[in-house]
């Protein structure tokens, strides 16, 4: 076993980081106060294949392994949740579906679009009456009618659409098949009786744009189904296993970061007549805190090189997913308790990152559905 990145792996480490701490990290306090992403940034992302992490290089990406994919969002995560979040989202949500089940001329249509840097894709799978029980609960319908689909329903939670050029849309198509009764249709999001409704006002990633999606006898070619028809929430699963080790990812770049900003502050802020970090009570938070990031970190690879050998990933991108999402929650509020009441004050990054990945326990897939996941698969039923 070898437990280090290859010599490209880490160039691409080093790239990424530089990028982000560099440019990235600067604007974070701002992204989160206005609530607005640094589209000049993201812009900037598209030369460096940030914005087509799984595209091979056939299709014009830069053919990354899934290792380097997620080493660049643990560095997006650790410079800017925000950006973090619409990136990951982007990527493991619209453009890793659009290459896993588009047809030649789909990629041809839609693959540059996406990774020019002019917008963020999105995928809409939520509903206002179904999360984490997709099969249950999606009431959104499309109906073929003539050469075109038309779509009817709406959406909830869903990142980036206002950025988006089109949102791969989780229909149900055929109500008495079952689970095998939905399909994934490309909309575009100019497509007339699409509404999407103003940004949601959340807690954190409040740079990150989320919207409620409307859908009113929208039409969208027939051409437009991705994948196979029926297949659509076999197809979600899967994009959500990927999609899981991205935000495992994104969860271990917002704790390292609350790790960054503990240690800092407790080396420089003294009681007692000595810095912070010569207390044994502030010492085993920094111990534990890398401890977990480190376990975290490697459930994340592990998840990642399984994908990338062609083997089943899903039982480890639940785990890396649910371990790194728990260890950032309890990593931002050691951070936050290591800064004492400064940590409680928008002055200190740690009350944003905080905020931030306090989402990771919930979007793709919460803890509680990951453990069901998990324990599937340990006892088989
Ligand atoms: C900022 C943000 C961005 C998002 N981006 C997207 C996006 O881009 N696209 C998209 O499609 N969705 C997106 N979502 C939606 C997200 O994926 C859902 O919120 C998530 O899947 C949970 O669904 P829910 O909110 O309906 O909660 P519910 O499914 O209603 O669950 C509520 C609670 O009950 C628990 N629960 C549910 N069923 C069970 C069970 N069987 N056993 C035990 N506990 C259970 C859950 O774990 C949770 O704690 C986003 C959400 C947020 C907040």
């Known amino acids: 076993m070898e437990f280090q990145l290859n010599e490209e792996q ?19 306090a701002q992204t989160d106060q206005e609530g607005r992403l640094p589209l000049d940034i993201i812009k900037k992302m598209a030369p460096l294949g940030l914005l087509s992490l799984p595209v091979p290089e056939q299709d014009g990406g830069p053919g990354l392994d899934t290792i380097s994919a997620a080493v660049a969002i643990e560095e997006l995560g650790r410079a800017c949740g925000s950006t973090a979040l619409s990136v990951a989202a982007h990527n493991g949500l619209c453009v890793a579906p659009l ?21 963020l894709g999105a995928l809409a799978l939520t509903e206002p009456g179904a999360g984490s029980d997709l099969a249950g609960g999606v009431q959104t319908t499309a109906t073929l009618e003539g050469d075109g689909w038309v779509i009817n329903g709406s959406k909830a939670w869903i990142t980036n659409p206002s950025l988006a050029p089109l949102i791969i849309t989780l229909c149900r198509t055929d109500r008495a ?20 409704n103003p940004p949601e006002k959340k807690m954190g990633l409040k740079g990150s744009p989320t919207h409620m999606l409307t859908y009113d006898n929208v039409r969208a070619p027939s051409a437009n189904l991705l994948g196979e028809p029926g297949r659509g929430l076999q197809q979600t699963l899967i994009t959500l296993d990927g999609g899981r080790i991205g935000i495992g990812a994104m969860a271990v770049g917002l704790a390292q970061a609350a790790l960054d900003e503990a240690t800092r502050y407790a080396k420089d802020r003294r009681t007692f007549g000595q810095p912070l970090s010569q207390h044994q009570a502030i010492q085993w938070m920094i111990a534990d805190m890398s401890t977990e990031i480190e376990a975290a970190r490697l459930l994340v690879y592990q998840a990642a090189w399984l994908k990338d050998q062609g083997k089943n990933f899903t039982k480890a991108a639940a785990m890396a997913k649910l371990f790194a999402s728990e260890a950032a929650e309890r990593a931002a509020f050691k951070a936050i308790q290591i800064h004492g009441g400064y940590g409680y004050s928008s002055e200190f990054p740690v009350e944003r990152i905080y905020r931030d990945q306090r989402l990771l326990t919930i979007g793709e897939g919460t803890s509680e559905i990951l453990r069901m996941v998990i324990s599937r698969q340990m006892l088989n039923n």
């Open 99 to 119: 290459v896993a089940f588009g047809t030649a001329a789909q990629k041809a249509a839609y693959l540059p679009q996406l990774t020019s840097g002019d917008g």
């Open 10 to 28: 880490r160039m691409w480490q080093e790239m990424v980081r530089d990028f982000c701490q560099n440019e990235l990290k600067p604007r974070a």
């Open 177 to 196: 098949a079952g689970t095998r009764g939905f399909s994934q249709i490309i909309v575009p999001t100019g497509a007339p009786g699409l509404t999407i």
